[in-house]
């Protein structure tokens, strides 16, 4: 999980448009878990 974090914060950095979907929907998932 905390890899994928890691790959999440990288990704953000890298590609701002890509990841602010997928940042959301990780976000989304982490609190309904």
Do not use: C, H, P
């Amino acid at each position: 999980l905390i890899f994928k974090q890691l790959e999440a914060v990288n990704a953000f950095f890298n590609d701002d448009n890509f990841t602010n979907y997928l940042g959301w929907e990780e976000l989304r998932r982490m609190q309904n878990s």
